[in-house]
């Protein structure tokens, strides 16, 4: 990752070499994915929800460090977040509080994005059964 240090912001370093947040959450109430999970990149997103709110959210990643670090910024933004503002949650608020990412790195935003979307709409279709 040396190489890639100065087209990465210090957040994203850090991030990627310390991911918060990361492993499977076994008890969790939803979870989603972002990309292949048999070929390429992805992200997989874990939420427990109390009271409308998420109160615990983990991931797991396959990838590059950028991949890494958007899945553990996305769970810092989305605990103690209700469902409406995570929903509302976007690829650039996380890009930017990532501090930036490459352009040729902004995919990785958009799978820990979709990841949420689907954990999201996971558990809607849950609560509805």
Excluded: W
């Amino acid at each position: 990752m040396e190489n890639q240090d100065k087209r990465f912001s210090p957040t994203v370093i850090d991030h990627a070499k310390r991911p918060r947040n990361a492993g499977e959450l076994e008890d969790c109430d939803a979870y989603g994915v972002g990309g292949d999970l048999a070929a390429g990149e992805s992200v997989v997103l874990f939420i427990k929800v109390r009271d409308g709110v998420i109160c615990d959210c983990t991931f797991l990643a396959r990838g590059c460090s950028s991949v890494i670090a958007a899945g553990s910024m996305t769970t810092e933004l989305l605990k103690g977040k209700t469902l409406a503002s995570a929903a509302a949650l976007t690829a650039a608020q996380l890009t930017a509080a990532l501090g930036g990412l490459p352009a040729v790195k902004l995919k990785s935003a958009e799978l820990a994005i979709a990841a949420l979307h689907d954990a999201l709409a996971r558990y809607a279709a849950d609560i509805d059964e």
